[in-house]
């Protein structure tokens, strides 16, 4: 955590933890090759359709957290994907981030790119995490 994700006391700001989600969704994205640098190749972006968060617990400015996630759904204009973010073995918060694309050009929704899909359906089915 950076100094400036928390109060005066210390205490990590409640809209810190869903950046962190996103963070980790993005990473895992490059990873498996259809990230933001591939959509843009096809002249689409990624938007967040949807988020929700529950709060369990507050981290402070030196802990170290583990932000793990996994794919719920994949469809075909949308995914859903859920992480969990703990200090140790305790859970800090938890969220679903539902996903989707838009074309460059007019900002309209466009259907998941077909090697997204597949990258989140091979996560969907056990062979590798998102």
Do not use: W
Not at 104 to 111: D, I, K, S
């Amino acid at each position: 955590m950076e100094h400036v994700d928390t109060d005066a006391a210390g205490v990590v700001h409640f809209a810190r933890y869903a950046s962190l989600l996103e963070t980790a969704v993005l990473e895992n994205l490059e990873r498996l090759g259809v990230g933001v640098l591939q959509l843009g190749d096809d002249r689409l972006e990624l938007a967040i359709s949807e988020l929700r968060m529950n709060y369990f617990a507050s981290a402070r400015f030196y802990d170290l957290v583990r932000i793990g996630v996994s794919v719920d759904r994949v469809g075909g204009a949308s995914a859903t994907v859920s992480g969990s973010i703990h200090r140790d073995e305790t859970l800090l918060a938890s969220g679903t981030i539902v996903l989707c694309v838009v074309g460059q050009a007019g900002g309209g929704v466009a259907p998941l790119p077909e090697r997204m899909r597949k990258a989140l359906r091979d996560c969907l089915n056990g062979a590798s995490h998102a």
